[in-house]
């Protein structure tokens, strides 16, 4: 049973496209995050939900939009895609949000930007 | 300054040897702090959370040094499969927002 999932794994798209990265939590944490890793694989935090609430939104361009339906799924949506994006997007969640949580990662997805 | 500052490495180091690496923060209101690993193309897994008394895990052991704001992170006894990038994490504030490392590479040969 996969904890953290995200569909797709691989993305590759041409710029100016649009596309969504889906994530689900079966652990009933209440927080998820999502975070992006680049070419360097400097991991930095993009946005974090707690309970679909947004708590944390790092200076992200506005065209990345998190969607949280419930509070076991958070989606990114990213518009018109820029070559820069191209990185690796984790989707990760922990219990309740706290200092001391422990955080548990998706496998990722690899965007590709052309 | 950055906020959180790892040696990228790699360390290389033969099986059975003792490795030790050291992270170092920049912000002293940072509350939390963790070890994860991360193999080559997978996501972060969490190795260890970093305790004020310290704290040990098989063969792990993860100290915090306020006073000088490092965290360490010890492996005695390398194994092959202990090859991987560890990166830390630091926590600031009350919610969790955590600023991770650039992370330090490890070789273990036989």
């Known amino acids: 049973d996969t904890a953290v999932s995200q569909t797709p794994k691989y993305l590759v798209t041409q710029m100016g496209n649009d596309k969504s990265i889906k994530c689900e939590q079966n652990?009933?944490?209440?927080?998820m995050y999502w975070y992006k890793q680049d070419s360097k694989k400097f991991l930095k935090i993009m946005f974090s939900?707690?309970?679909?609430?947004?708590?944390i939104n790092e200076t992200v361009p506005n065209r990345f939009s998190p969607k949280s339906p419930d509070k076991a799924h958070l989606n990114l949506h990213i518009n018109s895609l820029e070559l820069g994006d191209s990185a690796v997007y984790f989707c990760a969640s922990s219990l309740e949000g706290g200092a001391r949580d422990e955080q548990y990662f998706g496998p990722g997805t690899r965007l590709t930007v052309t | 300054r950055k906020e959180v500052e790892q040696d990228p490495g790699p360390f290389n180091v033969p099986e059975g040897a003792t490795v030790a690496f050291n992270c170092t923060y920049s912000n002293s209101a940072s509350q939390s702090f963790f070890w994860y690993r991360q193999d080559c193309r997978k996501e972060p897994k969490l190795l260890m959370s970093v305790y004020s008394s310290g704290n040990e895990d098989g063969r792990f052991t993860a100290q915090l040094n306020r006073a000088s704001q490092y965290i360490s992170l010890l492996i005695r006894d390398s194994k092959l499969s202990d090859s991987a990038t560890y990166l830390c994490?630091?926590?600031?504030?009350?919610?969790?927002?955590?600023?991770f490392g650039t992370g330090t590479r490890l070789l273990v040969s036989p």
């Open positions: 994490a630091v926590n600031i504030g009350s919610f969790q927002k955590l600023v």
């Open positions: 652990l009933g944490h209440d927080t």
């Open positions: 939900y707690n309970n679909k609430e947004l708590i």
